[in-house]
């Protein structure tokens, strides 16, 4: 009976001499897989992180476009809104050109009507008008009348001539601040349109941020199961 149990005593220890060997080299394994994977996980930190970082410069960027793009657009349309008064304040100055236009054509159509009912009948002239006055007095009387005809027509004339210069004048300027406003509206348009490129460029570069942002998480996940 002793015999047995010190033969089944023997055979345990050899047993054991044989199983702690292999045991100890499974422990080793597990301890280098947990060294690789704490390994792995370590540079998806790091990765996330630097991403991360990333998505917030782009995103403040993002921002930042935005609200110059909300302000080159509040430009343009006020740049659009002053073109439009002055075409129309133009418009109005074309309709007040013409009608001085017109006043000054119907002047000189009085004023040939005026002097074809004078001397239409006799055929004469001023000169002759006034020569063939009757006496000193009448002589006086015809140059007043014919003086005071000419200056008064030529003042009006004058006036008309004058009053069409100015307005003219008043275009002019309306043109040229139109036209220096109007190209201040396409640079502001021209900026809204670049900043839309750039603004897209970013979301675009958001999505893929967030896109390996995901895949990191991912990659995380599955180490950490």
Known sequence: MKKAVLIVLMFSLVLSSLMIPAFGETVSEVQKQKST???KLNSITNQKKQEKQKLSSVESEKKRIASEQEQKSKEYNSLNQ???????HIAEVDAAIKESEKRYNEQMELLKRRINVMYQN????????LAESENFIDFLNKLEIVAAISKKDKEIIEDIKQAKEDVEFKKKL???KRDIIKEKAEQSLKAIN???VARSKLDSEISSINAQLKKLEQ???ELIR
Do not use: F
């Open 219 to 221: 990659q995380e996940n």
């Open 82 to 88: 002053q073109v439009e008064e002055l075409d129309e």
């Open 194 to 196: 670049e900043l839309s």
């Open 37 to 39: 994977v704490d390994s």
């Open 174 to 176: 309306a043109v040229e």
């Open 122 to 129: 006799s055929g004469s002239t001023y000169v002759e008008t």
